[in-house]
């Protein structure tokens, strides 16, 4: 175990706290940005401090391509290469095999797939995941799991379950830093709650640092993707970080949040300002729209960033899709703004006005109170009032023990 | 503006400058370079970077085409917000509108006729005439604008040539009629490769009532040796007391040639294409002699004057592009890294390279003004060229 989780404040199900590792001290809720090949696309490391970026995720499936593993530990590990002072996570590589490779092949041994480079059938085992892992020198490293989409039914989730739990043993065997490294097991399951139970139970009993919630943001329907989190946050340990991986919207964020979640990761707010889309309290602003050509108002008047502070909709307009430079400003804005979110879900929390902040979040994004049934469900069970913000009242009265 | 060439300070031709504009409260020294932007900022630097990460002045003076805002953005927009200052946020910053720029605006000669001139964008072919450049240029409110041109490389006729120069005053003289507002105007100079027609040129343009010179159709395709005797026809007459403005002379040796014919400005394209093949300067700034002789060539990948730093030599090499670089990728960032950057088409790749070879290259001009206000200016740029031929031949015999 290399780090402490300190919660500093609850209301019901949501918690901000403390995270120190040990690269760097923390605060709960928060957002990873991705940064996929040791960098934010076109962000420098004090650009991203700026923001109050805090953790970055590095891909070791990349990673390990180029320029591999073997020479960043050679150079002294992934935070002197990139010279990025706060906290790293990797991820085990097994996503993107999957969904990147056309013919990887998931058995007991591990994930097979074709090399990228030369074609050559290679084999990418939990205890191979970690050793990478190590060898990169991340804060947090995350287990090798058989990772199915939630849009599969089938025995194949269950499989991939038990095969989950069996390949945490092989991790953590495999493991030799863990006095620096901290490595998560991931909870999976499908959207079955009697799989999800299994899967948290053992991986409770192998105390493990943190604790993710996979398999989810793959397409499912967001009524059955906010009961697993609930279902989840409830059943793992109060005193250990959870992050739900993949997410993603700030909506969700701040259901998960409510929920019970610590971390989360997506590429989301990085790859949407490449196509000129900046995230905005009222949800997005398309900035390649015609409308915008003649906007002389920044892009968000609330917002304190550098982007919004001198530079008008009109600019940027003509700068997206044509100019590297639009999408570097872009970037800049939407990770600020995600920073800016898991500042605000912190302060909000510790200060005892997190129901209040979850209100004005959603009477922004809904004004005409129209707020998605599957959120007022999810608020219901975080015991979080948003009668305010809808239209209408509904009620759902399916709230089974689990949740 | 103002503008005054310091007395005692001239090598030859070749002087030393001081200039003043509106916008930036600090006085610039010439010869100075001009950064090329794409609508008014660097093709990667980002405008918190361009402030906190260059030297200042120094890089406080921004070339910008207003051909590049044709779409996208209106020029009724632009005055809307209030002008290029205000629209890019860079108020201490000094913009100088030329039409043309090497990368996204080329003039194309063929199609330039009575009414107008014609560029090369990558949103087709343009055809801009003098009311309404000056409409463009009025919105933007730049610092100082040059005078529509009609630019012909070396090689046309002789026919030709004398056309684009009779063109060029006509359309000098629009411009300065349609200029309602008192702009600093710099009159464009043209003729080819013909030093009667760039002599003819240069007087005529000496006659009007401008604040500078800009000197055009150079960079277009003519031999650095016959360009050293059209710059002089060009300067020598010109009035002492006026700055000279030249594009498209972008190597270092082509800039010196330029200094020693008297330019004061100069803009280039040459950092911007150096940052996106990979290559970093790494030319010794400081003129000792003796350190030319030992230096390390072997498998650098490199000409002395550079290094690519997609070479697979650097995969490993812990160490900044120039150990005694003080921009911001030099004090944060090894070879290695870059190298890592550049083979993933990463983008933050160039954005560390514009940040060091803009560095490198603001120093060089730095050097350039130490020189002549030293009296050494002759004698700096004779070593530069030499020691340039001397690690090319070293790098060629133990290739």
Known sequence: MALKFEVLGRFNRARAAQLT???????????????????????????????????????????????????????????????????????????????????????????????PVDGKPMLLTPEESIQIQNRIGADIIMALDDVVRTTITGPR?????????????????????????????????????????????????????????????????????????????????????????????????????????????????????????????EGVLKLKHQAMANDIRPIDPMCECMVCKNYTRAYIHCLVTKDAMGSQLLSYHNLYYMMKLSRDLHSSIVEGRFPEFVCKFLQTMFPKGDVPEWVCNAMEVAGIDISSCCREMRFDVDKSSTL | MKFAVKKGWSNGRARSGVLQLGSCPFPIQTPALL??????????????????????PDSHLLQFSPLHFLEGISPKTISNIGGLHQMLSLHQHIFAAVPRDSIIALPEHDSTNKYGASFQTPGGRLLIKPAEYVELVSSMKPDFWVTLADEVPAWVSNKRNRTSVDRTLRWLDDCLSLNKESTTIFGSIVGGSSIEERHRCAQEVAQRNVSGYWIGGFGLGESMDERA???????????????????????????LQGVAAGIDLFDSTYVYHLTLGGFALTFPLERNKGENADYQLSDSGGDGMKINLKATVYRKDTSPIVESCICFTCQN?????????????????????????????????????????????????RNFVESRRDRLFAAASSA
Not at chain 1, 59 to 78: F, K, M, Q, V
Not at chain 1, 249 to 278: E, H, K, N, Q
Not at chain 2, 229 to 254: F, Q, Y
Not at chain 2, 355 to 381: D, P, V
């Open chain 1, 21 to 115: 590792l040990p690269h760097y001290l923390c605060q709960t809720p928060l957002f990873m940005p991705v940064g996929t090949q040791g960098t934010i696309k076109g962000l420098t490391k004090n650009q991203l401090e700026e923001i109050g970026c805090q953790i970055i995720l590095g891909n070791t499936y990349h990673l390990a391509l180029r320029p591999t593993s073997e020479l960043i530990d050679e150079l002294g590990g992934l935070h002197k290469f990139m010279n990025w002072p706060r906290a790293l996570l990797t991820d085990s590589g097994g996503f993107q095999m999957v969904s990147l490779l056309h013919l990887a092949d998931i058995t007991e041994k591990g994930v097979t797939f074709q090399s």
């Open chain 1, 157 to 281: 989730i269950e499989e991939a379950m038990y095969r989950t739990l069996r390949w945490i043993d092989r991790c953590i065997a495999a493991h030799k830093r863990p006095n620096e490294q901290n490595l998560f097991g991931i909870v999976q399951g499908g959207l079955d709650p009697v799989l999800r139970d299994i899967c948290v139970r053992g991986l409770v009993e192998r105390n493990l640092p943190g604790y993710a919630i996979g398999g989810l943001a793959g397409g499912e329907d967001k009524d059955s993707f906010w009961r697993v989190v609930a279902q989840c946050t409830a059943a793992l340990p109060e005193d250990k970080p959870r992050y739900v991986m993949g997410v993603g919207y700030p909506l969700d964020i701040v259901v998960c949040s409510a929920l019970g979640a610590d971390m989360y990761d997506c590429v989301y707010p990085t790859r949407t300002a490449r196509f000129g889309t900046a995230l905005v309290p």
């Open chain 2, 35 to 56: 950064l090329t932007t794409r609508k008014g900022l660097p093709p990667f630097t980002s405008p918190d970077l361009l402030t906190s990460s260059l030297p200042s």
């Open chain 2, 229 to 255: 005797a059209l710059l002089t026809a060009v300067t020598d007459n010109l009035p002492e007391d006026m700055p000279r403005h030249v594009s498209g002379l972008g190597l270092p040796e082509e800039v």
């Open chain 2, 333 to 381: 960032h090894t070879k290695a890294y870059l190298n890592h950057l550049f083979n993933v088409h990463e983008m933050l790749a160039q954005t560390l390279l514009e940040i060091h070879n803009t560095h490198h290259y603001l120093g060089f001009f730095c050097s350039i003004r130490k020189a002549i206000e030293e009296g050494k200016f002759e004698q700096f740029r």
